[in-house]
């Protein structure tokens, strides 16, 4: 029963790190641009909260409410400002900046929150558990792994239902002969990282109310992130939230058997599939 | 009467390459127009200039009188000027129907050209809108880049190698969507290398070679060994 109960664990875990995952697999879908700031942006969204929460002395669930939209324009002005500046056919300027930036938001937040651990305090439901059978489920655990779901149904939704996910896929394929259909790709990137920050932002609520954050975390919240999206094959957003789960149970499973083995587990998985699959699981055909 | 599209003595590069010289051009209202030439004549360049994805360094292009040139590319469609590029250039990521609504992605108002016309255009679409681009011949391909163009409700098309890899009788057909595309009222501007092709659509033809326009004329007036040199660059002895 200890197998099912560590399972489940795994897979709620999972679920935080598909959240992580999805707005880093979402951008690099659509303009093939790998933001190694995505951790850090994480981390400033759960500052951002904790921020609004304090000072208007709200819960923290709301505060993210009011943080989204700060956050939407962030990506947006991030993407205009900055990034669709050194977008181009080399890779590198474009990861180069994004280090930076990741360097920058690490010491803007040091040098205003300190290196102090922080959480944020939703209340009484951190405590609360269902109880099935002898598998005790926490509550906010749940809540993160039905966001999930939800945010992956969402992004879905956007991408393949609607007339901005035609051109999200459209300017993927090939932005010159998009320009030629009117699409202006500067603005669709834009948009995508907008969206991508508010994914980023309900990544943070849930991390910041599973544990403790410092400014220093970025970066390894990041490497899951990007393992996420990889085990999943580029471009796929059920295969980020498989690859997530997939990194939850083999760290949940590798903490099982000896608690210093759970992140080390999680990493070996992640080489293991790439052996077996290079491409990811769910490699989209036309790559 | 002023032309609808006019390219005034124009100059670009491909890359570091000139690839054009100084090209005129004027496009009436409700004309077909065929630019005929060898490979690398600067054909496609021309087609890329006036629609904004290649680079203008001299010269004018306007369209009903008002400057097009400095403007981006996805403003130049939004000016009136649809392009069929050449290789057809579907979005394999988008099904046949979501590849031609996306060429109505940028349309304000409502215009003769919709998804049910260009399906009566084109009957073979109608059965396979559901199914990835890619699943399609080349010439079905072909057929949905041209309605794909034609969703933006454009004043003008261009269309760039349209039988270019199509064997015969596919061009045959999709030539034959002409005439429906220009009682619509759009005006069109052919770059083709099939000069039979070009001769028997066309109003005016004219002919590219290293950049350069070498002949102009309707195709009545011009002669074969005209033609021949002007596309070829070498006097017939």
Known sequence: ?287 | MSALLKVNDLTAHYGDFQALFGVDLALEQGETLAIIGANGAGKTTLMRAITGIARVTAGTVTLNGARIDPLSAPEILRAGIAMVPEGRKLFPSLSVEENLMIGAHARKGSGYWNMERVCKLFPVLAARRHQPSTSLSGGQQQMVSIGRALMSNPSVLLCDELSLGLAPVVIREIYAAFPTIRESGTSIVLVEQDIGQALKVADTVHCMMEGRMTLSGRPAELSREAIHDAYFGITQS
């Open chain 1, 1 to 287: 029963m200890i197998w099912l109960d560590t399972l489940i664990q795994g897979l709620l875990l999972g679920g935080l790190y598909a959240l992580f995952a999805a707005g880093l697999s979402l951008v690099f879908g659509i303009m093939r641009l790998v933001n190694l700031a995505h951790g850090d942006l994480i981390v400033l969204g759960a500052y951002l909260i904790l921020g609004i929460g304090t000072a208007l002395g709200l819960n923290p669930f709301v505060a993210a409410l009011i943080a989204l939209p700060l956050m939407f324009l962030l990506g947006w002005l991030l993407q205009t400002v900055l990034l669709n500046r050194v977008l181009g056919d080399d890779i590198l300027p474009p990861l180069l900046v994004t280090f930076g930036l990741s360097v920058v938001i690490q010491n803007a937040l040091l040098e205003q929150f300190t290196a102090d651990s922080r959480r944020l305090p939703v209340g009484p439901i951190e405590a609360k558990s269902l109880t099935f059978g002898s598998v005790s489920v926490g509550v906010m655990p749940l809540i993160t792994f039905a966001s999930a779901i939800l945010v992956i149904l969402c992004l879905n939704w956007i991408f393949y239902r609607t007339a901005i996910g035609r051109a999200f896929r459209a300017t993927s394929d090939d932005s010159v002969t998009a320009q030629l259909m009117g699409i202006r790709p500067r603005r669709v990137f834009a948009l995508a990282t907008g969206i991508a920050l508010v994914v980023a932002t309900i990544a943070a609520l849930y991390l910041g109310a599973r544990a403790n954050f410092d400014p220093s975390i970025g970066p390894a919240r990041l490497l899951y992130a990007f393992e996420a999206v990889i085990i999943g094959g580029l471009g796929s957003l059920w295969g980020t939230l498989i690859g997530g789960l997939i990194i939850g149970v083999a760290q949940a499973f590798g903490a099982a058997l000896k608690l210093e083995w759970q992140i080390l587990a999680g990493h070996v998985a992640f080489v293991l599939i790439l052996l077996v699959r290079p491409r990811g699981l769910f490699p989209r055909a036309h790559d």
